[in-house]
T-cell receptor, first 116, second 117 residues
């Protein structure tokens, strides 16, 4: 299947700092990418839909000024957690679709963010 | 209303036995796709199987099959001949619209499967 990479895989930062997470589609172009947040033993919660060349669409309750999403090219979307706090600690996963037989979403390996 | 419902938080199965993971869905869109993903402890989401709303036959992929009952709006995953490596979280998901990659996926709450040696 198609490959989506995510970097970094793990990050620990101090409260108040900003963290950028990159999501890349390695072998296909993705006009749309999705960003999810997952708490332990829970389902994926869609945070926002990222469209290349336009503003992201955020889900209700997700602060767009705190979670900045940029989709500058057909292969790269970034999520920046600004002024991170301990409650932002979570597992963040991106996905992209359009490359598979069923237009299934291909997921990145995830980024575990820990804010001290 | 929940778009995807998975009522089994945890399931156990003996190695080499078959197991069924339940999934029901809710949509008024006649065109939709149903997906199952596996999430091992490493966290990666692995696509397993797909069923389109107009597909006449149940989907199969190796040891995975999807028991699609459209009238009951259920899309249960059947894993045959369970292996220890099948121990993971399993998520059922739906996308409304068959080919639109811009449409979001709705995920269920997941079922944790443990395969017992």
């Amino acid at each position: 299947g198609a490959v989506v990479s995510q970097h970094p895989s793990r990050v620990i930062c101090k409260s108040g700092t900003s963290v950028k997470i990159e999501c890349r589609s390695l072998d296909f172009q993705a006009t749309t990418m999705f960003w999810y947040r997952q708490f332990p033993k829970q389902s994926l919660m869609l945070m926002a839909t990222s469209n290349e060349g336009s503003k992201a669409t955020y889900e209700q309750g997700v602060e767009k000024d705190k979670f900045l999403i940029n989709h500058a090219s057909l292969t790269l979307s970034t999520l920046t957690v600004t002024s991170a706090h301990p409650e932002d600690s979570s597992f963040y996963i991106c996905s992209a679709g359009g490359a598979g037989s069923y237009n299934e979403q291909f997921f990145g390996p995830g980024t575990r963010l820990t804010v001290l | 209303a929940q778009k995807i419902t998975q009522t089994q938080p945890g399931m156990f199965v003996q190695e080499k036995e078959a197991v069924t993971l339940d999934c029901t869905y809710d949509t008024s869109d006649p065109s939709y796709g149903l997906f199952w993903y596996k999430q091992p402890s490493s966290g990666e989401m692995i696509f397993l199987i797909y069923q389109g709303s107009y597909d006449q036959q149940n989907a199969t992929e190796g040891r995975y099959s999807l028991n699609f009952q459209k009238a009951r709006k259920s899309a249960n995953l059947v894993i045959s001949a369970s292996q220890l490596g099948d121990s993971a979280m399993y998520f059922c998901a739906m996308r409304e619209g068959l080919r639109n990659t811009g449409n979001q996926f709705y995920f269920g709450t997941g079922t944790s499967l443990t395969v017992i040696p």
